[in-house]
């Protein structure tokens, strides 16, 4: 029984993490760089959240579309400012170079943070926060079960963007030879425009459910950051739709696993599923194995 | 070059021997300034091993740096000699260097990159569980206590690192650190044991940086492990070296003294916000200005040194550059 | 229709191109040959955007487009097969086809552009959903061609069709270009290695050898002449 209890809850969160994560993998399959400040991004959505339900009473459900529209507006100037001058440094060194200026970013809005809210944590409490009901015995949140099913609702809407539109499909194109996507006639940079855009965008909505659920700090970032990078490592660098299943995967794990370990130390087990997926499966647990290894 | 290898010498010389005399005729707020100029020059320096040199980029400083700060501490408290205590910081960043290292240098740079960042968060949520507040040294050690002896461990401990970088760039092992960093695959197709290479240099840029933590706590006496192990003592240290010039020698020199230089005029005024400002200019260099000030120096140097040589550039080749003797068909 | 006038391209601070002009009227076929490493994938690249000459500059249809971002000279109507084929492995041949007509333009008679499509490379009817990394070699040529077809363009630059082609297969594809160039008029930039088989199917062609122009002229003429056949027809190869 607490297994199962265990396993449900772990599903819930997964989902969290699977949406934690898609941001991130999002920015590194299409352009390959890999952006350390997303955490910090999550947490910034779920200030916002936070800042307009204190000031303006709006339910973080009601308010997400708003917050949506932020980050998107956000994706857009960090590309513009940041990322796209990246280009004219050669393959080898725009990893790098993301690597070093997303670093910087955290300085600047974890600090910024700071001076503007303070590192007392921030969260949500609404009418229906605690509020859960039982069914077979497993007690399931009414907030779990919103966020599992925005979760699914964006996966899928992900996934008929990406097959289905001709804007998702240059996105699967860019992802496999940018320099082929090109010759089709695709605009690469304003593609990069755009994806860094709902990438930022899925981060926040993350960060709306974290408001909700624990709390955001300006530091915050680290940890959820840790969480994408293993779901993204687990899913394999630059694959899209193992994200989500991996994130439940991590979930279960962390749940199932807690139960033997203690909860406190459940972020060993994710560093511990990272060291295994590094050192056995470097392309992921969906990739197929190739020949060699993760180079 | 127009700078002769004796001359070069020389100047060298002249300013080590003006630091080597420092303490006699410095007041010793300067010479608290120079010991802190000390531990940033040896901290910059071990990120620029393995980052600018060997190209991977370390996020978890800190924690190398914070571990040799408390080892020293804690080997103090055990009684051991300083030399010791410093040696142990040293081993200690080796030590953590290898645990890292091996296995994730194997793989892409992400993975590094992420691994140390791991480590660092990890550590800073141990080490503020299991030592909260000031650990103090004991008063024999303070009424011991000399800023002479603190300048002079870390003027000499300055001279080794930027001896050993100088080495190390013009060795065998600092050319194939290069040839990784720029091409890693080209690189191995050569026959460079890159991951080897990568290894070694990380091992030494451990023990570089714990024995800037242990120079830290020889001589601050106190320390803060929170304090020791935040992020901070990774971002000051990679921006150092990102302005200064990433892969150059001096770059973390100039870079240092800079930042000392801002942060005493600054830190009082500016506060949190120094941060901030610090992480923008940091984007900009990045971006803007990738070889930092070493690279802009030595570019000014090329232009008064054009400026002086006479006139006797190269023409630019006729457009007709066929060779002699092809005939066109 | 497309005009090159002494361009200069550099690759990686070394110059590979020295001054290099050349033109393709409409509707012809022109080939560009010279041995390896000589420049001509570089011309062609400098053609599709993909890399930028230093000094001259290149006309198309008496708009210039040496400084132009590469989907805007697609949508003015140069496509390019490049070399290697770069199909999206991953994806299916209908994927590939698809992607090709992302141009505006060219989404619209999508359907259209298909169906001749299939008439030119009956073999790929078959295969539509096939994922294109498991084509044999010829085949995945030919989804190279149909999908840079797919833009409808006026100019089709060929960068290596034969490369890890038998000469066989090789053949049967360059009769199949011909055949776009006779019926829709499709003016043809190609690269090729095996000169006489590119210079049976030209119209005109120019002599590329260290990054210069060393000839040009009818590819009849070019075929009889002494010097290109002791420079390029290797021993082993009969010919008539």
Same mark, same amino acid.
């Given at each position: 029984?607490?297994?199962?209890?265990?396993?449900?809850?772990?599903?819930?969160?997964?989902?969290?993490?699977?949406?934690?994560?898609?941001?991130?993998?999002?920015?590194?399959?299409?352009?390959?760089?890999?952006?350390?400040?997303?955490?910090?991004?999550?947490?910034?959505?779920?200030?916002?959240?936070?800042?307009?339900?204190?000031?303006?009473?709006?339910?973080?459900?009601?308010?997400?579309?708003?917050?949506?529209?932020?980050?998107?507006?956000?994706?857009?100037?960090?590309?513009?400012?940041?990322?796209?001058?990246?280009?004219?440094?050669?393959?080898?060194?725009?990893?790098?170079?993301?690597?070093?200026?997303?670093?910087?970013?955290?300085?600047?809005?974890?600090?910024?943070?700071?001076?503007?809210?303070?590192?007392?944590?921030?969260?949500?409490?609404?009418?229906?926060?605690?509020?859960?009901?039982?069914?077979?015995?497993?007690?399931?949140?009414?907030?779990?079960?919103?966020?599992?099913?925005?979760?699914?609702?964006?996966?899928?809407?992900?996934?008929?963007?990406?097959?289905?539109?001709?804007?998702?499909?240059?996105?699967?194109?860019?992802?496999?030879?940018?320099? $082929? $996507?090109?010759?089709?006639?695709?605009?690469?940079?304003?593609?990069?425009?755009?994806?860094?855009?709902?990438?930022?965008?899925?981060?926040?909505?993350?960060?709306?459910?974290?408001?909700?659920?624990?709390?955001?700090?300006?530091?915050?970032?680290?940890?959820?950051?840790?969480?994408?990078?293993?779901?993204?490592?687990?899913?394999?660098?630059?694959?899209?739709?193992?994200?989500?299943?991996?994130?439940?995967?991590?979930?279960?794990?962390? $749940?199932?696993?807690?139960?033997?370990?203690?909860?406190?130390?459940?972020?060993?087990?994710?560093?511990?599923?990272?060291?295994?997926?590094?050192?056995?499966?470097?392309?992921?647990?969906?990739?197929?194995?190739?020949?060699?290894?993760?180079? | 070059?127009?700078?002769?290898?004796?001359?070069?010498?020389?100047?060298?010389?002249?300013?080590?021997?003006?630091?080597?005399?420092?303490?006699?005729?410095?007041?010793?707020?300067?010479?608290?300034?120079?010991? &802190?100029?000390?531990?940033?020059?040896?901290?910059?320096?071990?990120?620029?091993?393995?980052?600018?040199?060997?190209?991977?980029?370390?996020? !978890?400083?800190?924690?190398?740096?914070?571990?040799?700060?408390? &080892?020293?501490?804690?080997?103090?408290?055990?009684?051991?000699?300083?030399?010791?205590?410093?040696?142990?910081?040293?081993?200690? !960043?080796?030590?953590?260097?290898?645990?890292?290292?091996?296995?994730?240098?194997?793989?892409?740079?992400?993975?590094?990159?992420? !691994?140390?960042?791991?480590?660092?968060?990890?550590?800073?949520?141990?080490?503020?569980?299991?030592?909260?507040?000031?650990?103090?040294?004991?008063?024999?050690?303070?009424?011991?206590?000399?800023?002479?002896?603190?300048?002079?461990?870390?003027?000499?401990?300055?001279?080794?690192?930027?001896?050993?970088?100088?080495?190390?760039?013009?060795?065998?092992?600092?050319?194939?650190?290069?040839?990784?960093?720029?091409?890693?695959?080209?690189?191995?197709?050569?026959?460079?044991?890159?991951?080897?290479?990568?290894?070694?240099?990380?091992?030494?840029?451990?023990?570089?940086?714990?024995?800037?933590?242990?120079?830290?706590?020889?001589?601050?006496?106190?320390?803060?492990?929170?304090?020791?192990?935040?992020?901070?003592?990774?971002?000051?240290?990679?921006?150092? &070296?990102?302005?200064?010039?990433?892969?150059?020698?001096?770059?973390?020199?100039?870079?240092?003294?800079?930042?000392?230089?801002?942060?005493?005029?600054?830190?009082?005024?500016?506060?949190?916000?120094?941060?901030?400002?610090?992480?923008?200019?940091?984007?900009?260099? &990045?971006?803007?200005?990738?070889?930092?000030?070493?690279?802009?120096?030595?570019?000014?140097?090329?232009?008064?040194?054009?400026?002086?040589?006479?006139?006797?550039?190269?023409?630019?080749?006729?457009?007709?550059?066929?060779?002699?003797?092809?005939?066109?068909? | 229709?497309?005009?090159?006038?002494?361009?200069?391209?550099?690759?990686?601070?070394?110059?590979?191109?020295?001054?290099? *002009?050349?033109?393709?009227?409409?509707?012809?076929?022109?080939?560009?040959?010279?041995?390896?490493?000589?420049?001509?994938?570089?011309?062609?690249?400098?053609? *599709?955007?993909?890399?930028?000459?230093?000094?001259?500059?290149?006309?198309?249809?008496?708009?210039?487009?040496?400084?132009?971002?590469?989907?805007?000279?697609?949508?003015?109507?140069?496509?390019?097969?490049?070399?290697?084929?770069?199909?999206?492995?991953?994806?299916?041949?209908?994927?590939?086809?698809?992607?090709?007509?992302?141009?505006?333009?060219?989404?619209?008679?999508?359907?259209?552009?298909?169906?001749?499509?299939?008439?030119?490379?009956?073999?790929?009817?078959?295969?539509?959903?096939?994922?294109?990394?498991?084509? *044999?070699?010829?085949?995945?040529?030919?989804?190279?061609?149909?999908?840079?077809?797919?833009?409808?363009?006026?100019?089709?630059?060929?960068?290596?069709?034969?490369?890890?082609?038998?000469?066989?297969?090789?053949?049967?594809?360059?009769?199949?270009?011909?055949?776009?160039?006779?019926?829709?008029?499709?003016?043809?930039?190609?690269?090729?290695?095996?000169?006489?088989?590119?210079?049976?199917?030209?119209?005109?062609?120019?002599?590329?050898?260290?990054?210069?122009?060393?000839?040009?002229?009818?590819?009849?003429?070019?075929?009889?002449?002494?010097?290109?056949?002791?420079?390029?027809?290797?021993?082993?190869?009969?010919?008539?």
């Amino acid at each position: 029984m607490i297994v199962t209890q265990a396993i449900i809850s772990g599903l819930i969160i997964g989902a969290l993490y699977g949406l934690a994560a898609i941001g991130l993998g999002l920015v590194f399959g299409v352009m390959k760089y890999l952006n350390i400040a997303h955490g910090s991004f999550i947490m910034l959505g779920g200030y916002a959240s936070y800042w307009l339900f204190a000031l303006l009473h709006l339910d973080p459900f009601i308010s997400l579309p708003l917050v949506m529209l932020i980050m998107f507006i956000m994706g857009l100037i960090f590309y513009r400012i940041l990322l796209a001058p990246l280009s004219k440094f050669s393959e080898d060194l725009k990893v790098n170079n993301s690597l070093l200026i997303t670093f910087g970013l955290i300085m600047v809005v974890d600090n910024s943070a700071t001076l503007l809210w303070t590192s007392w944590p921030k969260s949500i409490t609404t009418l229906y926060s605690g509020a859960a009901f039982n069914i077979f015995g497993i007690r399931l949140t009414y907030i779990g079960l919103g966020g599992m099913g925005l979760a699914i609702v964006i996966i899928l809407a992900l996934h008929l963007f990406l097959t289905k539109t001709y804007f998702g499909k240059a996105i699967t194109a860019i992802a496999q030879d940018w320099e $082929a $996507a090109s010759l089709m006639g695709i605009n690469i940079d304003y593609t990069y425009l755009i994806s860094c855009a709902l990438a930022i965008t899925l981060a926040g909505v993350a960060g709306v459910l974290i408001v909700l659920c624990y709390s955001v700090t300006p530091s915050g970032g680290f940890s959820w950051l840790m969480i994408a990078f293993i779901v993204v490592t687990l899913a394999g660098m630059g694959n899209l739709y193992g994200i989500f299943a991996a994130g439940l995967l991590l979930g279960v794990s962390q $749940a199932v696993g807690s139960l033997l370990i203690g909860s406190s130390y459940q972020g060993v087990i994710g560093f511990a599923i990272l060291l295994l997926t590094v050192l056995f499966r470097p392309d992921g647990i969906f990739t197929r194995k190739r020949k060699g290894y993760a180079r | 070059m127009r700078c002769s290898r004796g001359k070069k010498f020389l100047l060298i010389g002249i300013v080590v021997g003006i630091l080597a005399l420092g303490p006699l005729y410095m007041r010793t707020d300067i010479v608290g300034l120079f010991i &802190v100029l000390f531990i940033h020059i040896i901290l910059a320096q071990s990120w620029n091993l393995i980052g600018g040199y060997a190209g991977q980029i370390n996020l !978890g400083l800190a924690a190398f740096f914070g571990s040799g700060a408390l &080892v020293t501490h804690l080997i103090w408290i055990g009684g051991a000699n300083s030399f010791m205590a410093l040696l142990a910081a040293g081993m200690t !960043g080796l030590v953590l260097s290898a645990v890292v290292g091996f296995p994730t240098l194997r793989l892409r740079g992400i993975y590094f990159s992420m !691994g140390t960042l791991a480590i660092a968060m990890t550590a800073e949520i141990l080490v503020s569980n299991l030592f909260s507040g000031a650990l103090r040294a004991p008063s024999i050690f303070a009424a011991g206590f000399t800023a002479e002896s603190r300048y002079y461990v870390g003027l000499i401990s300055t001279m080794i690192s930027l001896l050993t970088m100088y080495l190390i760039a013009r060795s065998r092992f600092g050319v194939g650190l290069r040839a990784t960093r720029d091409d890693e695959d080209a690189a191995r197709v050569t026959g460079v044991n890159t991951t080897k290479l990568k290894i070694e240099a990380f091992l030494i840029s451990g023990f570089m940086a714990g024995i800037a933590g242990g120079i830290f706590t020889y001589y601050y006496l106190t320390i803060w492990p929170e304090f020791q192990f935040s992020t901070l003592w990774t971002f000051v240290p990679l921006m150092i &070296v990102c302005i200064g010039g990433m892969g150059t020698l001096m770059g973390p020199v100039y870079g240092s003294l800079i930042l000392v230089i801002i942060e005493h005029i600054f830190s009082r005024t500016l506060g949190a916000a120094h941060l901030i400002i610090f992480g923008i200019v940091f984007i900009i260099a &990045v971006l803007y200005f990738p070889g930092g000030i070493a690279d802009g120096l030595s570019k000014a140097q090329k232009i008064l040194e054009g400026f002086f040589s006479s006139k006797k550039g190269l023409t630019k080749p006729t457009h007709d550059t066929r060779m002699a003797g092809e005939t066109r068909i | 229709m497309l005009k090159i006038n002494e361009i200069d391209v550099y690759y990686r601070d070394q110059q590979a191109i020295w001054g290099v *002009s050349l033109v393709v009227e409409k509707g012809k076929t022109v080939v560009l040959i010279g041995s390896n490493g000589a420049g001509k994938s570089t011309i062609i690249k400098a053609i *599709s955007g993909l890399v930028r000459p230093a000094a001259g500059s290149i006309s198309f249809e008496n708009n210039r487009i040496d400084k132009e971002p590469v989907h805007r000279i697609v949508e003015l109507g140069i496509s390019m097969v490049p070399e290697g084929r770069r199909l999206f492995s991953q994806m299916s041949v209908l994927g590939n086809l698809e992607l090709g007509s992302f141009v505006h333009s060219a989404r619209q008679v999508k359907n259209e552009t298909l169906n001749w499509i299939y008439e030119i490379f009956p073999v790929l009817k078959n295969r539509i959903q096939q994922v294109a990394g498991t084509l *044999s070699g010829g085949e995945q040529q030919m989804v190279a061609i149909a999908r840079a077809l797919m833009s409808k363009p006026k100019l089709l630059l060929l960068d290596e069709l034969s490369l890890g082609l038998s000469p066989l297969v090789s053949q049967n594809i360059y009769k199949m270009v011909r055949q776009i160039n006779e019926s829709k008029r499709i003016s043809i930039l190609l690269v090729e290695q095996n000169v006489r088989m590119a210079l049976k199917m030209a119209d005109e062609g120019y002599v590329i050898e260290n990054g210069r122009i060393m000839g040009e002229g009818k590819a009849e003429t070019l075929l009889r002449n002494p010097a290109v056949k002791d420079a390029y027809f290797g021993l082993g190869q009969a010919w008539r």
